[in-house]
């Protein structure tokens, strides 16, 4: 399968399906030794395949565990330069959908993730805590500290 992405001159967009996935009033993220951030579960969606689909797959892929989706919450439409890596000085236009994944009650995973090669690492990250580190997407400890109705479309632009 291929990734739903594209490169034009120096452009990339991407299209991704990402997880929020809260046990224990903390919320799941990732790390590898290569960037000094963490990031959502999830990944690029594959060519014929639901949004859905996608992230069901890639939680398990990174997690070891499967998870059901409980609810769509988020559209994200994400503008950056990427100063690193093979998308190094690209201009880069990401489109993510962002679910809720039903709890499992335990933050107990089976995980074996590596992204280009890297090893992955898993933190379960205290709510109360985000601000304490550096995470993408930057908006979710505002999103997580207010209620909402429906899905909401997030628009972040960090082009410089």
Same mark, same amino acid.
């Given at each position: 399968?291929?990734?739903c992405d594209f490169?034009?001159?120096? %452009?990339?967009?991407?299209?991704? +399906?990402?997880?929020?996935?809260? *046990?224990?009033?903390?919320? !799941?993220?990732?790390?590898?030794?290569?960037?000094?951030? !963490?990031?959502?579960?999830?990944?690029?969606?594959?060519?014929? $395949?639901?949004? $859905?689909?996608?992230?069901?797959?890639?939680?398990?892929? $990174?997690?070891?565990i499967y998870y059901?989706?409980?609810?769509?919450?988020?559209?994200?439409?994400?503008?950056?330069?990427? +100063? %690193?890596?093979?998308?190094?000085?690209?201009?880069?236009?990401?489109?993510? !959908?962002?679910?809720?994944?039903?709890?499992?009650?335990?933050?107990?995973?089976?995980?074996?993730s590596y992204t280009?090669?890297?090893?992955?690492?898993?933190?379960?990250?205290?709510?109360?805590?985000?601000?304490?580190?550096?995470?993408?997407?930057?908006?979710?400890?505002?999103? !997580?500290?207010? *209620?909402?109705?429906?899905?909401?479309?997030?628009?972040?632009?960090?082009?410089?």
């Amino acid at each position: 399968m291929y990734d739903c992405d594209f490169k034009k001159e120096n %452009n990339w967009f991407r299209y991704r +399906s990402a997880a929020l996935i809260i *046990e224990n009033n903390c919320i !799941l993220f990732v790390g590898n030794k290569n960037v000094n951030y !963490l990031y959502s579960v999830g990944g690029a969606v594959q060519m014929g $395949e639901t949004a $859905e689909d996608a992230v069901i797959r890639e939680v398990f892929e $990174e997690t070891g565990i499967y998870y059901e989706i409980d609810h769509l919450a988020i559209i994200h439409e994400n503008f950056f330069n990427k +100063s %690193n890596g093979t998308l190094k000085k690209l201009n880069c236009h990401e489109i993510c !959908l962002y679910f809720f994944m039903k709890p499992k009650g335990t933050q107990e995973l089976h995980s074996n993730s590596y992204t280009h090669e890297v090893k992955e690492e898993m933190y379960w990250i205290p709510i109360k805590d985000l601000e304490n580190h550096k995470i993408f997407p930057s908006f979710i400890k505002e999103y !997580l500290d207010t *209620e909402h109705t429906g899905i909401e479309h997030i628009v972040t632009d960090g082009r410089m």
